[in-house]
């Protein structure tokens, strides 16, 4: 079973379920509209974007990597992790945002104080 990056167990997710913090920095989240099929193909596609960036940069070809690159965000956009966002609010975009400087400042300050380990008191 794959663990999502997303994970509130590994890191905090916003109480809309739009980000999650990695380093005090927010994320978007893929669209929870999206089947579990299609996540699951954008996700191998990702990686093995991902991988190619890498066997690229080893080889020091930057043709391949920027072919790379530009799959990841392809592939990032079809995920709704970039791009135009997926809710229909009228919500700003707080993607890559410093948690402590968006509306979600006070949320994340709690999160912080809130014991890490679950059996403390």
């Not at 995920?79 to 994340?108: I, S």
Request: hydrophobic fraction near 35%; charged fraction near 25%; glycine fraction near 6%.
């Amino acid at each position: 079973m794959q663990v999502p990056a997303s994970d509130p167990s590994l890191y905090p997710v916003t109480p809309d379920g739009r980000y999650f913090v990695v380093r005090g920095r927010l994320w978007r989240r893929s669209d929870p509209l999206l089947g579990d099929a299609e996540r699951g193909h954008l996700v191998n596609r990702l990686m093995t974007a991902r991988r190619a960036i890498a066997a690229a940069k080893h080889s020091g070809d930057t043709l391949a990597e920027r072919a790379a690159r530009a799959e990841v965000d392809r592939t990032k956009r079809a995920l709704g992790e970039r791009g135009p966002v997926w809710w229909d609010d009228g919500t700003p975009d707080y993607n890559r945002h410093m948690a402590r400087t968006t509306p979600y400042a006070q949320w994340y300050a709690a999160q912080a104080i809130a014991p890490s380990d679950p059996h403390s008191p």
